[in-house]
Structure formats: structure tokens, C-alpha cells
């Protein structure tokens, strides 16, 4: 992996419109934090993720939290001859979920939403059913958040929350380059904005007191 201090040349391909004072004042403040941000390729593991080799970067990193993105791109290490992909998904999350219990350490994993789910849901953030590939990675969260990119908004629902309420539609616009997000507004099941006070909202990382912190 890499700190988070990234260099020019991959600052330049994802953030393509931040000139060079803004990046260098980027730096800086992530300087101020005393955790690290580190990303981890399958070049880098030698091969597609597993569960196992995710545990142990964490462990050697002392890690708070944990992003995997995403679902497809990992490799079963209890897969058998003949398992389909719904046994192979099944078997990632619940190994996750599993490292995430023990360690009290926070998984946030991300997985397409089926074929159907994006056909049907033009108008419709996908359900619980509409997660690509396996019924079980819903009921191996703790929590589910279906995301989409409508317009230059993102919108996000609360599908499953072991811990607190869901339903209803949280609304922001996105500024994917400068990591920027302005509050737009809550939309609840019948449509009606509650909220529409805009409020700025600059990407920050943390370590998470709890896996509670995240959801």
C-alpha cells in the first residue's frame, strides 16, 4: 500500500481539476491527522483480495476501519468445486462480517446492484433484493446503504440498520474531483423534502471510535 500523501501523477489522473496550491493545501491538512490512509491493490497482494490477506494488512496497520470495493473483484478462499456465485459472495461477506465482530473493526463493502435492480429502478434506489449476486450479503450487514449518481447529485438510502431508523433519501450534491459534498436535503417515503438547508461538507478521515461510527 501507499500513505495517503499520493503522489503528483496520481493526483493528477483523479483529481483533475485541483491546480497545485489546492492540492499541496490537501496534503497539508491531511498531514494534520495521525492515522494513515492506506490503499491496497491486487498488484500489490500478488493477486485478487481475500479475506485473509485483508485481515492481515489490518492487523499489521493497527486499522480502524476497512473498505473493500469491491464484492466481485475478491476471491473465495472456501469455495468448492461447483459453487456458484451466490456461495462464493455468501462466503466473502460472512468471513468479513465475522473479522469485523472480533476485531471490532468497521467493513464497508461494496457491491453492484443486480441487472434487474438497475433495469426497474429508473426512478428507484435498488432494494435489499437488488444487490448483485446473493441474497446473503444483506443479512451479513449490519447495515445497507444503496447509492446512486443522479445528475450531479448522489443520493443515498438506508435500506438495513441493525442499530437505528431507515427509509427515506439523503440527498447531496457531489464534487467528485475536489472531494466536496453541499447538503441538499432528506427525502422521506412519500417524497416530501424535510430538509433543504445546504450545508458544506469537505471529505475528512478519521478512525472511527466504533464500528457503530460507520454507516
Known amino acids: 500500500g501507499f500513505p495517503l500523501e499520493l503522489t503528483r501523477e496520481i ?15 490537501y496534503i497539508q491538512q491531511l498531514s494534520k491527522y495521525n492515522n494513515k490512509f492506506i490503499v491496497v491493490t491486487p498488484k500489490l497482494l500478488g493477486g485478487k483480495a481475500t479475506v485473509s490477506k485483508l485481515v492481515s ?62 433495469e426497474e429502478g429508473e426512478n428507484d434506489l435498488p432494494d435489499l433484493e437488488g444487490i448483485a449476486g446473493a441474497d446473503d ?25 441493525r442499530s437505528g431508523r431507515k427509509g427515506g433519501i439523503v440527498k447531496y450534491s457531489w464534487n467528485i474531483d475536489k472531494g466536496i459534498f453541499e447538503f441538499i436535503g432528506f427525502e422521506n417515503v412519500s417524497g416530501h423534502i424535510r430538509q433543504n438547508k445546504k450545508e ?6 478519521r478512525r472511527p471510535k466504533s464500528k457503530e461510527d460507520i454507516f
Open 57 to 118: 494488512i489490518c492487523e499489521k496497520e493497527d486499522a480502524g476501519l476497512l473498505v473493500v470495493d469491491q464484492l466481485s473483484l475478491m476471491k473465495d478462499e472456501r469455495a468448492k468445486k461447483g459453487d456458484n456465485t451466490k456461495q462464493r459472495y455468501a462466503n466473502i461477506s460472512e468471513d468479513l462480517f465475522s473479522f469485523s465482530e472480533s476485531k471490532g473493526i468497521p467493513v464497508i463493502l461494496a457491491a453492484q446492484a443486480n441487472r434487474k435492480s438497475v
Open 137 to 161: 450479503i444483506a443479512q451479513n450487514s449490519s447495515k445497507v446503504l444503496a447509492l446512486r449518481q443522479k445528475d450531479d447529485a448522489i443520493e443515498i438510502a438506508v435500506r438495513k440498520n
Open 11 to 25: 493526483a493528477a489522473e483523479n483529481w483533475l481539476e485541483i491546480n497545485e496550491k489546492e492540492y499541496e493545501d
Open 200 to 205: 458544506k461538507v469537505e471529505s475528512q478521515i
